[in-house]
């Protein structure tokens, strides 16, 4: 091994880790004082009409939400559309109509995004590893499935009996998920079946709820919490296209207004989340996960009663 050739890659990365902070910090700044002169001189048309529908400070907030809200989700592998749908209709009074469609089209945007990051930086490789690339594929497929079988499913078992089982399951595998924190686990393909045709069913039955079912449920399956967090982004971003189409079908429409500053507020979280995947300790990142998991467990349990 050439001691010398290593420090010579390691500052190599490190240049250009620094530089994508760089350019990240620019973009944002950028995008940062348009939207603040154009809410402190509304006659100054800077924004083009197609956005013009909504005032700055709305504009500001939702782009700035989807920010925060994209940078958990593609750091953990869960929280956007269970923390943002519900935070834009509460603050800013969309119709759910309105935010849906967006949400997910700034999630599919995201998630190929997240997932082509991911194995940029390194935190999996789809192409090579066949672990990974295989548990994309059955999560994307089961993706389809679910939402099919749940819409089956909606008309006979009542939402909240089934928003009170899903919500203990996902407090069930995020406890578990802390409690082999320090373990290294043997991938067991049956269990990713299992909790990923759960956790399909959900999205499909309720709208949220995939994220912290997949990502935990991968990692107490036996795969690293760096590549959960990647394929979760990739198959889940197939689950909101077919949410997509399922929507187009039914003769909705996307405002795009509302997700031209959704989806670059997503799209901007992503390269600093994968870096922030990167970095992290494999012990540490499990813990996050797990933490996650439990909260957002817990948080919907307390929602219901």
């Known amino acids: 091994m050439n001691p010398i050739g290593t420090l010579e890659r390691l500052s190599l990365v490190s240049y250009e880790h620094r530089r994508r902070l760089q350019v990240w910090a620019l973009g944002l700044s950028i995008i940062l004082s348009v939207l603040l002169v154009q809410m402190l001189h509304p006659r100054i048309r800077i924004l083009p009409g197609i956005v013009s529908t909504l005032t700055p400070a709305t504009m500001l907030g939702v782009f700035l939400m989807a920010l925060v809200c ?70 994307s497929v089961l993706s389809g499935v679910g939402a099919f079988t749940a819409v089956m499913f ?33 991938y067991r393909r049956g269990h990713m079946i299992a909790l990923g045709t759960i ?54 429409r996307i405002d795009w207004a509302i997700a031209i500053p959704l989806t670059l507020g997503a799209v901007f979280s992503v390269p600093i989340a994968t870096l922030t995947v990167k970095r992290a300790p494999e012990t540490l990142f499990r813990t996050g996960v797990g933490l996650a998991t439990c909260i957002l467990g817990i948080l919907a349990l307390v929602k219901l009663l």
């Open 199 to 252: 956790a399909a069913f959900n999205k499909g039955f309720s709208g949220g709820g995939y994220g912290p079912l997949v990502t935990a449920g991968q990692v107490v399956s036996g795969l690293a919490p760096k590549k959960a967090v990647a394929v979760t982004s990739l198959a889940e971003s197939m689950t909101c296209f077919i949410g997509l189409i399922a929507y187009f079908a039914a003769g909705q």
């Open 154 to 186: 909606a008309v006979r078992v009542p939402k909240t009996v089934m928003t009170v089982i899903i919500s203990i399951i996902v407090l069930a595998v995020g406890i578990l998920t802390l409690a082999t924190a320090g373990r290294r686990l043997r």
């Open 70 to 139: 994209e940078y958990v989700d593609s750091s953990l592998g869960m929280g956007y559309g269970t923390a943002l749908t519900p935070l834009l209709l509460l603050l800013f009074g969309f119709a759910p109509l309105e935010i849906v469609p967006c949400v997910l089209l700034s999630e599919f945007i995201t998630g190929v995004w997240a997932a082509a990051m991911h194995q940029r930086d390194g935190n999996v490789d789809l192409l090579r590893d066949r672990e990974a690339r295989a548990t994309a594929v059955l999560l």
